[in-house]
């Protein structure tokens, strides 16, 4: 007989950590599927928790990844070294840096696209006096 376990079991999230560690490496899903003869039906399940991963499975995408085997066991940024101007940062203040590194990015994106609409109002303002213009000559 099956013996049951008392506390629930936590499943390691293999398939979250595949697709971090894949997005990090900037590879896309049809490209680690076509270096694994896998579909990319069969990735998103991976990535997903909803197929098991094999371990020559995992060793081939670590391979595709560039990265050890091991890593695929661990979330990324718990596994990367975060370094600030080539100092060290302590664990506590890891997701502090990321976070200000990602609201800067997303300030200076911001910024270009706050540009960019000035420009597309200014050249809606002289398309609409060129067109007020043009009525006033034929009036």
């Known amino acids: 007989m099956k013996k049951r376990l008392t506390q629930p079991y936590n499943r390691l999230k293999i398939g979250a950590n595949i697709r971090k560690w894949r997005n990090i490496r900037e590879i896309k899903q049809k490209d680690l599927a076509a270096s694994l003869c896998l579909s990319e039906a069969a990735i998103s399940n991976i990535e997903n928790n909803i197929t098991d991963v094999t371990l020559s499975q995992l060793e081939d995408i670590s391979l595709t990844l560039d990265i050890p085997v091991e890593h695929l066991f661990c979330d990324p940024q718990e596994s990367l070294q975060v370094s600030y101007h080539g100092i060290e940062i302590p664990p506590?203040?890891?997701?502090?840096?990321?976070?200000?590194?990602?609201?800067t990015t997303l300030f200076a994106n911001m910024q270009r696209k706050d540009e960019q609409l000035q420009s597309m109002m200014q050249h809606v303002l002289l398309t609409m006096s060129a067109i007020v213009q043009d009525d006033k000559k034929f009036a």
């Open 92 to 103: 506590g203040k890891k997701q502090f840096l990321l976070d200000k590194e990602l609201l």
